[in-house]
């Protein structure tokens, strides 16, 4: 009991520095650290709703850029041909891939889950292909001079739109824990374990899955429609496999079938080489070997490794709380 | 008239290519039912060695072969003690991630290394062998051709004439049953593995010699069309991932007269993804049943 | 309340089923015995919906659910479990139950990822519901073990439980007592006993011959994939295909089972 009350007590307290350190940052930094971080809070949704499928649903997709790529073009031509304001720009992202992601679905769901995988990775590399094929989308230039948000009659600066972000990203990771904590996240955890057992119980596997591929495809629109419009500039070649593998190792290494896990992954897999200048010419090769190692020796990822084992960190901890203790009392 | 033949020719020779990936990856879905996703980083490891043994040793074709097939062998087996023995029990979703960790792991490794331009490599057997109406031929060619055919018939005699090669197709059948008359599981999914890694290095070197170069990023694109020719042929059939290799190789190069050459490599995508959706177990396979 | 009209499976050139017909009356206990490959399992499978029949059609209180899809027949009231215990091992006990719970549940993906207050309320119901189904087979006290750290007897009253859950009319139990010790097989018996008792309806697949004889009302032999005999315990028990089928044409008439 005690234990429990404390664990509680700090997860608030490192939640809450997280959320000082994230509010603060645009007055510490600009620029291209403003950036990296944008882009870590971008890569949140991606993992988070790719986690949804790998990690609840059991469902694994190695074709999630493909949505995110949906997304980002959808929101980027919206802006640049037809003027719509970010809203519009933004959502109708979401529905696009949401749409793409049900058709994806519906097509390919009903295959056994390594057939699934490389159908949507190859779906999303046809997807690319014929964008920068294309005349519509702008070919091998992509889309530039998206314009960022306008509010009270301006253009929203680069600050602002971080603020933006950050809100976008809480919402959205609120909402999934809220789902995953609910009886519909416990559905996908029956499908996740077994298919046949779910279905005994009345379970309509197949509506489930389409529902989770299409919230999860939507959350990608969106996150596409902010990289686009935060980026202002698009180019199908930067929606490659090597961005479904990264997020694939973001889930990985945070810990699947998680709400923190993906955000942890992301964070920690975007923010590390950037800031470590030695690490971001080993960037790529990190994230290969960390997937192989998470999965040998962390099958549950970092926030599935009980740190407490080790005991360094106990007694560290232990010296923490007593402390904490002491001045409580 | 001379096109066509040309394409077919051309087709032939690349299927072939994809004809060795395919099996590759039959033999580890085979005794597994999982999908090795580096075999593609393999095939980049088999052009790399053979790369490195033109340039600094000497410029043999045979020797290349002889060491990338080495390369792949050792390395496939050590990827399968890590990879496969070392979470057996864990998810095929996790093993497959685990793969692709090792593929992106092996890829970026020989790009650091290497860097990652695009070297050339030693050419071989460059004379043309004979032209006829138009049609080019060169020895390289029926070279690659000829070895591939010699090496799938090599493979054939060994799956359905050695006691291994009996073993593995046990295995394939039903591993439990498998284990039980007797047969080392572990062992004989060992050896598909490894043997599925050589079969992937020399498929890596033919393309380093066909392409007449290496790149660390090489392996990528075959390596995914190669699994696409395999679903199409059927990936638990071995003459069927034969077949689909071939196939998706003329295909292509058809596929590329009628479109532009921007799409070429959606091409094997679309006839993946079809065949998944109308008929997954391919051309030749046959659908496994499960047990409730 | 369940009739089956000559239903037929095959896979490639086994038939598993053949043409095989019975009716389960409603409120009684129904045994399928059969020796090792009757197929038994693959009628149960063809009942739920795992599997589609070649030929014959399926019947629940007189409504077709022929080739129905599994989530389907479960609405309708058919709950099973498998004679390869099928949990979900990623969840404790009481999860376990709870998702047996999946069609009482009204709430949707929406409703969940607002978290409205009703939700709240009906969750609370469904636990006291699923903690009072523990106590009735007394694994209440490890309702927050993992799934798969159960022994494996009570791995199989778990699954019963869960499929009790859903509020089935009818229970298909494959192999209830299959690794169960003596004294496990015999509470097990007095559970079935009793749920039949409150009025479920049991179709029984079981090898063990005196749970057979003792709960069943009514057997039906299978043997490769044929409808052998059928009718109380006495009737098989002396039955000449039976006895031939259990134990070899040599020892037709010589024994008594
Ligand atoms: N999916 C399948 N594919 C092919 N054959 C199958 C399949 N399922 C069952 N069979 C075969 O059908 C026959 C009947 O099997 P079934 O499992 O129904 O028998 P059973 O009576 O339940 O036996 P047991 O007492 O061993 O459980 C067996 O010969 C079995 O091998
Ligand atoms: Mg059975």
């Known amino acids: 009991m005690e234990r429990k009350r404390y664990s509680k007590y700090n997860r608030l307290l490192v939640a809450l520095a997280a959320l000082i350190i994230v509010l603060i940052l645009p007055y510490v930094f600009s620029g291209y650290i403003l950036q990296i971080a944008v882009y870590a809070y971008i890569y949140i949704l991606l993992a988070s709703s790719l986690n949804l499928l790998i990690g609840y649903a059991g469902i694994f997709s190695m074709g999630h850029v493909g949505f995110y790529c949906v997304g980002a073009y959808t929101s980027a031509l919206l802006a640049t041909k037809l003027d719509m304001p970010f809203v519009i720009c933004f959502f109708a992202a979401g529905l696009l891939a949401a749409l793409a992601g049900a058709f994806v679905g519906f097509v390919a769901l009903r295959l056994n889950d390594i057939f699934f995988a490389f159908a949507t990775m190859g779906l999303s590399e046809v997807i690319r292909i014929v964008i920068q094929n294309s005349d519509f989308t702008n070919g091998t230039l992509g889309v530039t001079g998206i314009p960022l948000p306008e509010w009270f009659g301006r253009s929203m600066n680069r600050e602002e739109f971080y603020y933006l972000v950050v809100v976008i990203v809480v919402i959205v990771v609120v909402l999934i824990s809220k789902l995953a904590k609910s009886h519909t996240g416990r559905t996908l955890a029956m499908i996740r374990d077994d298919q046949n057992a779910a279905a005994s119980l009345g379970v309509n596997i197949f509506k489930y899955k389409m529902m989770v591929m299409v919230l999860s495809c939507f959350i990608a629109g969106l996150a596409g429609s902010l990289y686009a419009t935060f980026i202002q500039y698009i180019n199908a070649s930067n929606f490659g496999i090597t961005v479904s593998i990264n997020i694939i190792a973001m889930v990985a290494i945070g810990g699947m079938g998680t709400v923190s896990g993906p955000v942890i992954g992301a964070i920690l897999l975007q923010l590390l080489p950037e800031y470590i200048r030695f690490l971001s010419n080993f960037r790529q090769i990190i994230y290969g070997a960390a997937i192989v190692i998470s999965i040998m020796f962390a099958p549950k990822g970092l926030v599935g490794i009980r740190w407490r084992r080790i005991k360094l960190i106990d007694q560290l901890c232990c010296l923490f709380e007593t402390k904490l203790n002491n001045e409580e009392s | 008239m001379t096109m066509f033949f040309q394409q077919l020719v051309n087709g032939i020779t690349q299927g072939g290519l994809y004809a060795l990936l395919a099996i590759a990856y039959s033999l580890v879905y085979g005794v597994m039912g999982l999908v090795n996703f580096s075999t593609g980083s393999i095939y980049m490891l088999g052009a790399m060695s053979s790369w490195l043994v033109c340039k600094y040793i000497i410029e043999s074709f045979w020797l290349s072969v002889l060491i990338s097939f080495g390369v792949g062998f050792v390395v496939a087996f050590v990827l399968e003690k890590i990879a496969f023995s070392a979470i057996r029990g864990a998810t095929r979703i996790a093993s497959l991630i685990c793969t692709i960790g090792f593929s992106q792991f092996i890829n970026e490794a020989v790009a650091l290394i290497f860097g990652k331009a695009t070297q050339g490599m030693s050419t071989f057997f460059d004379q043309e062998l004979f032209a006829f109406l138009g049609v080019h031929i060169s020895v390289m060619q029926a070279v690659l051709v000829v070895t591939v055919i010699i090496i799938l018939v090599a493979l054939q005699f060994f799956v359905y004439r050695t006691r291994i090669g009996l073993a593995i197709r046990t295995v394939s059948m039903d591993e439990k049953t498998a284990g039980l008359m007797g047969i080392n599981v572990n062992r004989t999914i060992s050896i598909a593995f490894s043997l599925s890694g050589a079969c992937a290095a020399i498929a890596g070197l033919m393309g380093a010699v066909y392409y007449r170069s290496f790149s660390a990023y090489m392996g990528w694109m075959p390596g995914i069309k190669s699994f696409s020719a395999a679903v199409f042929g059927g990936l638990s059939s071995m003459p069927g991932a034969i077949l689909g290799g071939y196939l998706m190789g003329i295909i292509e190069n058809f596929g590329v007269q009628v479109f532009s050459t921007g799409y070429r490599d959606v091409i094997s995508f679309i006839v993946m993804i079809v065949f998944l959706l109308v008929r997954p177990q391919g051309i030749l396979g046959s659908k496994k049943k499960v047990k409730l | ?257």
């Open chain 3, 1 to 257: 309340m369940l009739r089956s009209e000559k239903i037929c499976v095959r896979f490639g050139g086994l038939v598993a089923v053949d043409h095989v017909s019975l009716t389960v009356e409603e409120g009684t206990i129904h045994a399928i015995i059969g020796p090792n490959g009757a197929g038994k399992t693959t009628f149960f499978n063809t009942i739920s919906g795992a599997e589609k029949p070649a030929e014959g059609k399926v019947f629940f209180r007189d409504e077709d659910i022929t080739g129905l899809p599994p989530h389907r027949i479960a609405e309708k009231g058919i709950g099973r479990t498998f004679q390869n215990i099928k949990l979900f091992n990623s969840m404790s006990v009481l999860e376990n139950v709870l998702c047996g719970m999946h069609l009482n549940v009204r709430s949707n993906i929406v409703q969940d990822m607002l978290g409205m207050s009703f939700q709240r309320r009906e969750e609370r119901e469904l636990l006291e519901k699923c903690e009072s189904l523990l106590k009735q087979v007394g694994l209440y006290d490890k309702r927050d073990l993992k799934a798969n750290n159960l022994p494996y007897g009570e791995q199989r009253k778990l699954e019963i439980v869960r499929a009790m859950a859903t509020d089935a009319s009818l229970l298909m139990l494959d192999e209830p007592a299959a690794g169960m010790n003596p004294t496990e097989t015999r509470e097990l018996m007095q559970f079935i006993r009793k749920i039949n008792d409150e009025g479920l309806t049991i179709l029984l697949i079981e090898h063990d011959v005196r749970m057979v004889m003792t709960l069943a009302d009514k057997i039906t032999v299978l043997d490769h994939g044929i409808k052998i005999a059928e009718g109380s315990a006495e009737d098989v028990r002396h039955d000449a295909n039976v006895i031939e089928a259990y134990l070899g044409k040599s020892y037709r008439g010589a024994v008594d089972v």
